[in-house]
């Protein structure tokens, strides 16, 4: 359920930044930590996009690493989208390992958003 | 033809929330947005609150629950105003849902304007609301692991409400422990830690709320709607 209101925002943004052409792949940008399922996200665009001009368009999902930011160094660490871990344990091991300077904790900085990043739609013949 | 767009999927939600920040600045409402798994005591939260500044200012409440008017009827005993939103299913409240409340609202006598998300730690922390100031109220027996599992929720939020302290003699987890684990997370907590049963350290709570309130009704002039669209809706990057 969680994806629903989601997916129907972005096939709304999709088709506001088309004009009225067919889409043919919207181009998505999620936080690995973020809390999308993108096979959720595809069950309900199938759905949601059905007799719009997204209906039939591919999804594509780019990760965005975990970013860690260094409370004394400043140093900025990133996390790389790994599909065969859990972000949360990723998350959990970074914060026991610590910054490499020894000194700092590390906060969460990024890694978390849903973005569209583009929209691919038909030329005009 | 590729065209870029930039944008976070909840740009529309942005926008009507930039809308309601705007119209709660020109009124000098400070807003609140409460979110919470079920049980940990918002409305409890909410409760107090009305108890302790209900006589310094006017006070609103947007109670969000799947159904039933219980935690609307509850604020109104407590002696503020209400409105009921019942989602019938939907798991949290969007920019729009308060915007048609506030709509029929007459916001002159209003100071405070509390939201009460639904019960849910999880899908409130993607929207909006408008509000100037986002709490989480994580109670004791909840554990210490919340702020790993729900980061985005944690991280969003600017103060951390930790209900139940009293509790304390009864569990293994510690207050401290939560705290820590929140801070992990989200650096720039304010975190106050209570009981709304005993009334054990609300009057922190209290005193920090009604300075906020009573900042934002000095405040002069419309204030600048805070620019919360744009590419990167990842909050923390």
């Keep these: 359920m969680h994806e629903m209101p989601f997916t129907q925002a972005l096939i709304e943004l999709a088709l506001d930044k088309a004009e009225g052409k067919k889409i043919l792949k919207i181009h998505l940008r999620v936080g690995w930590l973020s809390s999308i399922v993108p096979e959720s996200v595809q069950v309900f665009f199938d759905h949601l996009s059905r007799d719009t001009l997204a209906e039939g368009a591919a999804l594509d999902f780019e990760f965005v690493p975990i970013s860690l930011a260094c409370q004394a160094c400043g140093r900025v660490l990133d996390l790389p989208y790994q599909p065969s871990r859990n972000p949360r344990q990723a998350l959990a091991q970074a914060f026991r390992d610590g910054c490499p300077c020894g000194a700092g904790k590390l906060s969460l900085a990024g890694g978390l958003g849903f973005d569209v990043a583009g929209v691919e739609i038909e030329d005009s013949v | ?237």
Aim: with cysteine.
């Design chain 2, 1 to 237: 033809m590729i065209i870029s767009v930039e944008k976070a999927v909840t740009a529309q939600n942005d926008l009507i929330a930039a809308r309601l920040r705007e119209r709660l600045g020109d009124e000098k409402v400070f807003c609140l947005n409460l979110i919470a798994a079920p049980g940990a005591g918002k409305t409890s939260l909410i409760e107090k609150t009305i108890a302790g500044l209900g006589g310094r200012f006017g006070i609103l409440v947007v109670e969000g629950d799947p159904r039933t008017s219980l935690d609307g009827d509850r604020v109104t005993a407590a002696g503020a105003r209400a409105f009921q939103i019942n989602t019938l299913g939907g798991c949290h409240l969007d920019a729009r849902m308060v915007q048609v409340e506030l709509d029929r609202a007459d916001l002159g006598a209003v100071d405070l304007l509390i939201i009460e998300n639904i019960g849910n730690l999880l899908c409130p922390a993607a929207w909006d609301l408008g509000e100037d100031v986002r709490v989480v109220v994580s109670s004791l027996p909840e554990g210490a692991d919340k702020p790993l599992k729900y980061p985005e929720t944690f991280s969003l939020a600017q103060v951390l409400v930790i209900n139940k302290i009293d509790l304390g003699p009864f569990l293994p987890v510690k207050a401290a422990d939560i705290r820590a684990a929140a801070l992990r997370v989200n650096p720039g907590l304010e975190v106050f830690e209570v009981s709304c049963l005993t009334g054990a350290g609300l009057d922190q709570w209290l005193t920090w709320l009604g300075d906020r309130v009573g900042q934002k009704m000095a405040e002069l002039g419309p204030k600048d709607p805070l620019p919360r669209s744009g590419p990167s809706r990842d909050p923390l990057g």
